[in-house]
């Protein structure tokens, strides 16, 4: 599996757009890109997934440049509700032993 | 829909002691897993089945045993607690038809402590 790094907190304020980057310089040709967020006791939800240039639903964007290095979550306007771990994980599209790593905590103020 | 289902939501064991935590799910899912997070940390398989009948390791499997009689279910059963388990474990099932493997849907947890 393909080893990723994202940093471990970000700082936000109400309104505001959040990038984080995840780096996965090992990628293989069969990953795919997948965010999860977890907010305070409760378990994990999909956010978004992609393979590469860009994918965008109703939560999120997800920007994959064209060496797949590396990728972006875009939240856009955040809200107090935003605060959450954000977990980036990188696997093909069957993979059944997705690893999440420690994540991105998100603290989103007033 | 229930999503997946977890029981119960707390407990608390004594060393030595054994107990089931319970997952179901609802959605027709192949696929269904079981994850340990311990605090500031991010998730560790435990164990995972691909359909019923059928199971295997994840990444810390030892002091935990599954099975999978049906699709709906996924039992995870703590032979012998130790204090090292005391843990929140989430249930996790994903892939149908329209989705991949890698889209799962968490249950609300299990919060467990072994004293």
């Known amino acids: 599996l393909a080893k990723t790094t994202q940093p471990i907190s970000m700082d936000s304020y109400e309104g505001q757009e959040v990038n984080i980057t995840c780096s996965h310089n090992n990628i293989a040709t069969n990953d795919y890109i997948t965010w999860y967020q977890q907010f305070p006791s409760q378990g994990p939800r999909f956010i978004i997934q992609g393979y590469k240039t860009k994918v965008t639903n109703e939560v999120a964007s997800l920007f994959i440049p064209a060496d797949r290095k590396s990728s972006t979550l875009s939240l856009p306007r955040v809200s107090l509700s935003d605060t959450a771990v954000y977990y980036c994980l990188v696997g093909p599209d069957n993979d059944y032993k997705l690893s999440f790593g420690a994540g991105t905590t998100v603290t989103v103020r007033a | 829909n229930a999503g997946v289902t977890q029981t119960p939501k707390f407990q608390v064991l004594k060393t030595g002691q054994s107990m089931t935590l319970q997952c179901a799910q609802d959605m027709n899912h192949e696929y269904m897993s079981w994850y340990r997070q311990d605090p500031g940390m991010g998730l560790r398989l435990i164990h995972y089945s691909v359909g019923a009948g059928i199971t295997d390791q994840g990444e810390v499997p030892n002091g935990y045993n599954v099975s999978r009689s049906t699709t709906e279910d996924f039992p995870l059963r703590l032979l012998s607690a130790a204090p090292s388990q005391t843990s929140v474990y989430f249930c996790?099932?994903?892939?149908?038809?329209?989705?991949?493997?890698?889209?799962?849907?968490f249950g609300p947890g299990t919060r467990l402590t072994v004293l």
């Open positions: 996790a099932s994903s892939y149908s038809r329209h989705r991949s493997y890698n889209e799962q849907f």
